[in-house]
């Protein structure tokens, strides 16, 4: 049985296995519900059947980020609360999404029933959709989806993501419950500590994509870091496509370079600006950076480095891919409709709480004078937040009236509207892919960390 933990107390746990971190005063204090904050969210206008109404299972989880969230404004000494709402909710906001019950809200990921159970599989690009015949061994596929949704129906979950999952394409089985762990990271000591222990002036480079990686970042640059955007020329960040709403919300305020990791000047550049770095985020198979020569145990570091690595299923799975719905999946974190099935939990939920999360682990980790590799698995994020300690302070009915969907707090005599998501509001244009490209590269950028050059 899960053992469902005090939030401030989970929040402490974590900080704790960065090593003797001192005692925090910067838990959230908050006497509400979580439940109503869940409802207030955003996100849960986005759980639920397509035609049904939002479910407040597991709103319980909005205790936890609020303790997240305030322990890392109390490291970096932030003075403006961070709009949680805005954090869950931003991307659908943006895109304009709504709930869909056991498809997810992008359209990429499905929850299919197994023999035993629910499997999520994320077919995100045309060539996924394309593998399904091979992943079912017929040459006679029309309607991937429809077919697969079959095909899962008499198999076990195991069987069927194992088979999925040697195709490369994301798939995750739902548990019986959230897999325990101590920490939703791992770490491990890549330098020596240094004496620089705050954020202010220290230099990010940002190596991810998509929302992750991007939100820790966006968190660290309002905690005055200096964030510089890495992109391929070949491989640009596959959110800058489409609506830009959502990009420009992560990224105003970051520079951006531009280079071909595949060539030697590229990847030389890349060495550069990564032994610059005072903190490196990345989110890329291990495998990816170890090809260029640039995986973390193989270069040298500087005193109070700080690498966050972003992945899946942490760097010990490096075999294994996740997109945001299917890792929160994995991790036990959805919600359940009225005739107790599964359905997708907000959208890609994994993402801006691991977002959140790494944010967390790199400031705490450079509080202590850095040297450390933050490995943040999706999977054990998302179980984190699933294993919040409940609600246990009487019902909550959700009803429906003529100004919406309501939910109630019995405890507190208080009521709350179900709220769409958050519209965010830039505070600019993001630059242009590779806009600093040349100024920082020749020199004009002054491309050292705190520490100086290495």
Request: aromatic share 4%.
């Amino acid at each position: 049985m899960t053992v469902k933990d005090d939030p401030a107390e989970t929040v402490r746990r974590w900080l704790g296995s960065l090593g003797d971190f001192p005692p925090s005063s910067g838990s959230a204090r908050t006497t509400g519900c979580p439940l109503l904050e869940w409802a207030a969210s955003g996100a849960m206008e986005l759980t639920g059947e397509a035609d049904g109404p939002p479910v407040v299972w597991p709103g319980a989880m909005t205790a936890l980020l609020r303790e997240a969230v305030a322990a890392w404004e109390h490291i970096v000494g932030r003075s403006t609360p961070v709009d949680l709402p805005l954090l869950l909710s931003g991307r659908a906001g943006a895109l304009n999404l709504v709930r869909r019950g056991r498809t997810s809200a992008g359209g990429a990921t499905r929850l299919l029933r197994a023999s035993d159970g629910w499997c999520a599989v994320t077919l995100s690009r045309p060539d996924d959709l394309e593998l399904v015949p091979a992943m079912l061994g017929r040459a006679d596929v029309t309607e991937p989806w429809r077919e697969l949704t079959t095909a899962g129906r008499s198999s076990k979950a195991g069987e069927l993501a194992d088979r999925i999952r040697l195709f490369g394409v994301p798939v995750a089985v739902l548990p019986p419950e959230p897999p325990r762990e101590d920490a939703p990271w791992r770490v491990s000591t890549i330098a020596a500590p240094s004496r620089h222990t705050r954020l202010e002036g220290a230099l990010v480079v940002d190596l991810s994509s998509l929302w992750a990686g991007p939100l820790c970042a966006r968190l660290l640059g309002m905690a005055g870091a200096r964030v510089v955007k890495v992109e391929s020329t070949r491989r640009p960040d596959g959110a800058r496509a489409g609506n830009r709403l959502f990009y420009d919300w992560l990224h105003a305020g970051h520079e951006s370079i531009a280079v071909d990791f595949t060539v030697p000047e590229g990847r030389a550049a890349l060495t550069d600006l990564i032994r610059a770095a005072d903190v490196v985020i990345e989110a890329s198979r291990p495998r990816a950076l170890a090809q260029l020569g640039l995986a973390p145990d193989q270069l040298g570091h500087r005193a109070g480095k700080v690498w966050v690595s972003i992945t899946g299923y942490g760097r010990r799975h490096p075999e294994r891919v996740a997109f945001g719905d299917d890792a929160a999946v994995a991790g036990g974190l959805v919600g359940w409709s009225a005739d107790g099935e599964p359905v997708f939990c907000g959208d890609a939920i994994a993402d801006p709480l691991s977002g959140v999360v790494a944010a967390l682990g790199a400031t705490g980790a450079l509080t202590r004078g850095g040297g450390q590799l933050i490995d943040v698995s999706m999977r054990d994020v998302a179980a984190a937040f699933a294993a919040a300690a409940p609600v246990d302070h009487g019902p909550h009915p959700v009803r429906t009236t003529a100004a919406g969907v309501v939910v109630e707090c019995r405890a507190l005599d208080r009521r709350q509207q179900v709220l769409p998501p958050r519209v965010p509001v830039p505070e600019g244009a993001a630059a242009a892919m590779g806009a600093d490209t040349i100024r920082i590269l020749s020199g004009g950028g002054r491309l050292h960390g705190r520490s100086g050059p290495r």
